[in-house]
């Protein structure tokens, strides 16, 4: 049976994980108070022993005793039946939680000074500078600025669009599922909004995906160059979790939601003509 410890299996760092949604234990029916206080103890003994018990298979869990079973003997009354069975979907984001943490966990060798690959920190914040917020803004109004042609204009002006897009999409995800950052991440980022402080998705895999296929889609024709955004992209990835800042699903989401959100600046491509229009209608 699952406890209400198996809830906080993901959650060693205090941190809730995806939001309430998620929970294994919402799935089930609350703890019935004639259950044996035998049993009760000795789930809430141990996190780990609670998180192993909770992704049991139910019917290895039905099997596992008379404890569960009713007063005869003769297997589970149907009411723990229903308690037993969670559903497959919630074991599966369970135990994906379970290793998302651990693995997270292991890979943030960067996180401070004295983490094993501490000394290379700096590099990885230099990274994550190459994937901030600001350099992009700055760079692509400056861009347009200085753009001698209409063409390059109009791609400055809606790579501009999606980086607006990226931070208000990003930012409204972070407000609603308020994942918290791995404990161990020092939060030392220059010029953070306050939804920063929660962690899903990552803004910068978010930006790096939608910039790395802006920038191979208009602006990046040459091989070697594209291999190089390629990569880039793939390090901004990386480093938020080596710097100890993300989850690794926090990093995969922001990817695939980065690459969602280059769908949706083509989408609302503004052209020339869009933008007379925009400005006729505000003159009017
Ligand atoms: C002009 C204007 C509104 C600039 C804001 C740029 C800005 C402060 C972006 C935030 C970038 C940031 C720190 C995102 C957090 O990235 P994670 O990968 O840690 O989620």
């Known amino acids: 049976m699952p406890s209400p410890k198996a809830k906080n299996a993901g959650r060693r760092d ?3 994980v995806l939001g309430s949604n998620f929970d294994f234990v919402s799935l ?3 703890l019935n108070r004639s ?9 809430g003994s141990d996190p780990t022993t609670a998180r192993l018990r909770a992704s049991e298979s139910p019917s290895r869990r039905r099997g596992s005793g008379s404890s569960t079973g009713s007063a005869s003997g003769q297997g589970p009354p149907e009411e723990d039946g229903i308690r037993l069975n969670p559903s497959l979907i919630g074991i599966s984001l369970s135990s994906l939680l379970a290793i998302d943490l651990w693995l997270s966990k292991r890979l943030s060798v960067c996180a401070c000074e004295d983490s094993s690959w501490g000394s290379a920190r700096p590099l990885m914040k230099l990274i994550e500078v190459t994937g901030h917020g600001i350099p992009w803004l700055a760079g692509a109004a400056y861009s347009m600025y200085k753009s001698d042609s209409a063409a390059g204009q109009e791609v400055m002006l809606n790579l501009l669009m999606g980086l607006l897009l990226d931070l208000i999409l990003v930012g409204a995800v972070k407000a609603v599922v308020r994942r918290r950052r791995p ?3 020092q939060m030392d980022m220059f010029a953070t909004f306050s939804v920063d402080r929660y962690s899903f998705p990552s803004g910068h895999a978010t930006r790096a995906a ?6 191979l889609a208009h602006l990046v024709l040459a ?3 594209r291999v190089l955004v390629l990569l ?9 979790v080596l710097l100890g800042r993300h989850h690794v699903t926090d990093v995969l989401f922001g990817f695939w939601m980065g690459y969602c959100q280059y769908k949706l600046v083509e989408i609302l491509w503004l052209s020339p003509e869009t933008l007379q229009g925009l400005f006729r209608l505000s003159t009017l």
């Open 210 to 215: 939608m910039c790395g296929r802006f920038l």
């Open 183 to 185: 404990a161990h991440n």
């Open 35 to 43: 259950s044996p206080p035998h049993l009760l103890q000795r789930q």
């Open 223 to 225: 091989a070697p160059l």
């Open 14 to 16: 205090g941190s809730p």
């Open 28 to 30: 089930t029916k609350p």
């Open 232 to 240: 880039w992209v793939g390090l901004v990835g990386l480093s938020r």
